[in-house]
Nanobody, 125 residues
Framework: VQLQACGGGLVQPGGSLRLSCAAS????????MGWFRQVPGKVREIVGA????????VTPNSVKGRFTISKDNARNTLYLQMNSLRPEDTAVYYC???????????????????WGQGTQVTVSS
């Protein structure tokens, strides 16, 4: 599967952005997916994970209540809705996918096999 992330940009603190990750290739509904972010010099961290159906999702405490991950299998697209953005949310955001035989989500980076190219999110006034 090939992944193409987009939707990043410059936004003021308190603002919102929606990232999209379009997938092509094998059946999108076979893949569990996740969003990660990385700041230069720091480890990549997860900001949301979705099961292959999209019915099961998880977000870490650092973004809980502000970020929502959703998976639209009809549109072959994964989304990350980001609200109440903070300067510390500034990072390159990546989407990732892994084939899954169950409807589990995978919150660990090493679980993923396919990665998109990343999209920059900058939160600054």
């Amino acid at each position: 599967v090939q992944l193409q992330a987009c939707g990043g940009g410059l936004v003021q603190p308190g603002g919102s952005l929606r990232l999209s990750c379009a997938a092509s290739g094998r059946s999108f509904s076979d893949y569990a997916m996740g969003w990660f972010r990385q700041v230069p010099g720091k480890v990549r961290e997860i900001v949301g994970a979705s099961s292959r159906s999209g019915m099961r999702t998880v977000t870490p405490n650092s973004v809980k209540g502000r970020f929502t991950i959703s998976k639209d299998n009809a549109r072959n697209t994964l989304y990350l809705q980001m609200n109440s953005l903070r300067p510390e949310d500034t990072a390159v955001y990546y989407c990732a996918a892994v084939e899954s035989n169950s409807d589990d989500y995978y919150p660990i980076e090493q679980s993923y096999k396919y990665w998109g190219q990343g999209t920059q999110v900058t939160v600054s006034s």
